[in-house]
């Protein structure tokens, strides 16, 4: 168990549609890193947030948006989903030193019909 | 830009010793990290190295070559339990607190066989 905890695991949707994913890091991290896994292109970076301010981007389309809470938890939201946003969407918290690793939770498997 | 290199694919027998290699291409390094995951798994973290050299971790140890861009898992003493894929992460730091990214190989797949 590595403490991040994420929901749901699983969400089902439409195109079209808007969905909030959810985080919450280990007890102790202020950094929690959102990223997209498809099975053709690997574990990809979405963005950075760091004791609730934005810290790095990378390639996070425009109808996505996150955001970190006062309690550190934070969300990942998806909007006009196409069917190419199906992937596992993984959230990893860290304490923000360059030598600590991410601690990832157990994704969200979003599924697009 | 970062480029990271790992073979797609490897197979290998229960009980022999295993190299994985990746190369990377990056500005502004600062660490290379393995982690492991099992197919529909979270991947977990196996080693971290900064500087050159080899980390020794039980059954897996970590080598670093920092002039050439190049790392390698090895892992010993195969089971069938590290049949999973095995993802090589470079570190880069921004300025400011906290910001460090990592940008992920896109793995290799491990198979052990009986």
């Known amino acids: 168990d590595s403490g991040v905890t994420q929901t749901p695991k699983h969400l089902i949707t439409a195109t079209g549609q808007r969905v909030t994913l959810r985080c919450s890091p280990r007890?102790?991290?202020?950094?929690v890193y959102w990223y997209q896994q498809s099975l053709d292109q690997g574990l990809q970076f979405l963005i950075q947030?760091?004791?609730?301010?934005?810290?790095a981007k990378g390639n996070i389309l425009e109808r996505f948006s996150a955001q970190q809470f006062p309690d550190l938890h934070s969300e990942l939201n998806l909007s006009s989903l196409e069917l190419g946003d199906s992937a596992l969407y993984f959230c990893?918290?860290?304490?923000?030193?360059?030598?600590?690793?991410?601690?990832f939770g157990d994704g969200t498997r979003l599924s697009i019909l | 830009g970062q480029n990271i290199d790992q073979p797609t694919e490897m197979t290998a027998t229960e009980g022999a010793i295993v190299q994985i290699n990746c190369t990377y291409q990056?500005?502004?390094?600062?660490?290379l990290f393995w982690y492991q995951q099992h197919a529909g798994e979270a991947p977990t973290f196996l080693s971290y190295?900064?500087?050159?050299g080899l980390e020794e971790k039980g059954r897996f140890s970590s080598f670093l070559s920092r002039s050439k861009g190049y790392s390698y898992l090895l892992l010993k003493e195969l089971q069938m339990k590290d049949s999973a894929s095995y993802l090589c992460?470079?570190?880069?730091?921004?300025?400011?607190?906290?910001?460090?990214?990592?940008?992920f190989g896109k793995g290799t797949k491990l198979s052990v066989i009986p």
């Open positions: 992460a470079v570190s880069r730091a921004y300025s400011g607190a906290g910001s460090y990214q990592l940008t």
């Open positions: 990893a918290s860290g304490g923000g030193g360059i030598n600590q690793p991410q601690h």
């Open positions: 190295n900064v500087l050159d």
């Open positions: 947030y760091y004791n609730g301010e934005e810290r």
């Open positions: 990056t500005s502004g390094f600062n660490g």
């Open positions: 007890s102790g991290d202020l950094s």
